[in-house]
């Protein structure tokens, strides 16, 4: 495709349960990453992926979030046993070789 | 600990008069700034940039100024227009291709026709 894309773009659950966000990379992007805006603050880095490298967890949070990519191509991020404090638009993004990063539209996920 | 910081949560600006959007840094080691425009319900768009070997990068009506001593960057687009309300962002690494930036929270600009 031709930009980032991200699923669903809107997720309501319930507190408890786990969650799978998934993120499709810009086609050729070596890199992805992984942000979240909580309402009022700006982006928190989550978690990076370059290659085969090992990825940098540093963002997470907590134990309960983790982060997959196959490739170069699909990631996902799955959150267990979410919270209210969860509650954000989580955003994708990927980059080339410069530095300039593409994001995608996010997934609004609302813990009730 | 914030180590990037948009001090206005919003600016409003008459059209075809100039928007400054202003943003402070902490950390001496970032290296690469970086500004994108968010709409509402899209992902951050990629605006305009500047290294810390420059103190000035123009694109069309986007220019960034950087004050490394002062640890401050600026965006000022000029002359704005309706089409430019969005929330701007502000971004810093510590070195070109660095794992993850560092965001701002961001300062909402309205544009008044």
């Known amino acids: 495709g031709a930009g980032v894309s991200q699923s669903p773009s809107n997720k309501v659950t319930e507190k408890g349960k786990d969650v799978e966000l998934r993120c499709d990379p810009i086609?050729?992007?070596?890199?992805l990453y992984w942000y979240r805006q909580r309402l009022g603050q700006g982006l928190e880095f989550l978690i990076y992926f370059q290659g085969n490298s090992a990825p940098d967890k540093s963002g997470l949070p907590s134990d309960r979030f983790s982060a997959e990519r196959t490739g170069e191509s699909v990631s996902t991020l799955t959150i267990q046993r979410t919270q209210q404090e969860d509650s954000a638009v989580y955003l994708c993004a990927s980059r080339s070789h410069y530095n300039e990063q593409f994001f995608g539209p996010g997934t609004r996920l609302t813990v009730l | 600990d914030q180590q990037v910081k948009q001090n206005s949560p919003s600016l409003s600006v008459q059209e075809g008069r100039i928007s400054i959007l202003n943003c402070d840094y902490t950390n001496s080691m970032f290296d690469y700034f970086l500004w994108y425009k968010k709409y509402p319900a899209e992902g951050p768009t990629f605006l305009i940039s500047?290294?810390?070997?420059?103190d000035k990068n123009e694109d069309g009506r986007f220019t960034v100024f950087l004050n490394k001593s002062a640890k401050h960057l600026s965006l000022h687009i000029v002359p704005s227009q309706p089409g430019d309300s969005a929330v701007y962002f502000c971004a810093a690494s510590a070195k070109t291709g660095a794992n993850n930036l560092f965001f701002g929270t961001g300062t909402r600009l309205t544009v008044i026709p």
């Open positions: 086609s050729g992007h070596t890199a």
């Open positions: 500047i290294s810390s070997i420059k």
